[in-house]
């Protein structure tokens, strides 16, 4: 097993991505503590699915962008798992109220709202996970291909993951070489995201993919994996991009 005896926290986890990253990264050994936030009860089916299949997990509440809540979750952490040698920073914020808008009805409140889970969030995160790390830890950070080659839609969320991907390659050098840092830039992966952009915009996401659909969840998991693990061992400082071949080279 390629997580065999370490403890990961991925931020974010209730649901989507983050539910696939925690359930393959116990599948792999990890102890895995799923963050949620909404009090929603998706946590739980995450967890249960992770002990059902025989692996190690624990659910613990918090909304990355609040201070308070965020050092309650590492007491927690530090408390139940003594330690952490990988978190993923997978908590994002991303809904319909953010898309087709043109920059007079973009709102400096949508940018505090956004930047306080992407970009806030990643932060303290991270800063509350370096003191639990050792040796050899990782770090892997969630963006969108859009911070990396603009569109149309989406202004205030891109712009929170180029934050993201700023903060991986300034803390890349900040931490090493006790700690890799990573991120993972996202084409369109089919969660609840795909569901409301409507029929018609999802169809014009999804036409413009050349390898002709969407990424799957478990997809965006294995690169997690990979970047969390061993195998990537010498690598740090570095935005993989997953996106069927969208984004322009
Ligand atoms: N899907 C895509 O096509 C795509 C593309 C590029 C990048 N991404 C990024 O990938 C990540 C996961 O996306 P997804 O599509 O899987 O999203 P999703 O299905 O909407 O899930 C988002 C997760 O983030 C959690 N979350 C939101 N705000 C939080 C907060 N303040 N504190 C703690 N947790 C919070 C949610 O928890 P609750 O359910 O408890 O609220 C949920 O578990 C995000 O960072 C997203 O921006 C996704």
New binding site residues.
């Given amino acids: 097993m390629r997580l065999e005896g370490k403890r990961a926290l991925v ?9 696939e990253i925690a359930k393959l990264f116990a599948k792999e050994g990890a102890t895995v503590v799923v ?6 009860t ?2 739980e089916t995450v967890v249960r699915a992770i002990k059902k299949a025989g692996g190690k997990a624990l659910a613990v509440h ?5 201070p308070s809540s965020v050092t309650a979750m590492f007491a927690e952490i530090k408390d139940k798992v003594g330690g952490l040698d990988i978190l993923v ?6 809904d319909r109220s953010l898309w087709n808008l043109s920059i007079e009805k973009t709102s400096l409140d949508m940018w505090k709202r956004v930047f ?3 970009a806030f ?1 990643t932060f303290l995160c991270t800063q509350g996970a370096v003191k639990l790390m050792k040796w050899g830890s990782s770090i892997v950070n ?4 859009p911070a990396l080659v603009g569109d149309k839609e989406g202004l205030v ?1 891109a712009s929170a ?1 180029g934050a993201v991907i700023s903060m991986t390659r300034m803390l890349s050098k900040m931490l090493a070489p006790k700690t890799r840092v990573n991120c993972m ?10 569901d409301w952009l409507g029929k018609d915009q999802a169809e014009a996401y999804r036409s413009a993919i050349p390898l002709g659909r ?2 799957k ?1 478990a997809e ?1 998991a294995s690169l997690a994996l990979f970047l969390a693990s061993e195998e990537s061992s010498f690598i740090t400082g570095q935005v993989i991009v997953l996106d069927g071949g969208e984004a322009p080279r």
């Fill in positions: 931020t974010g986890s209730s649901q989507g991505i983050g539910a963050n949620h936030r909404s009090g929603k998706h946590h918090a909304d990355v962008s609040d920073n997978t908590a994002g914020l991303a306080a889970v992407d969030g969630v963006a969108s291909i969320y993951k830039a996202f084409g369109s992966i089919a969660t609840t995201w795909v969407f990424g969840p965006a």
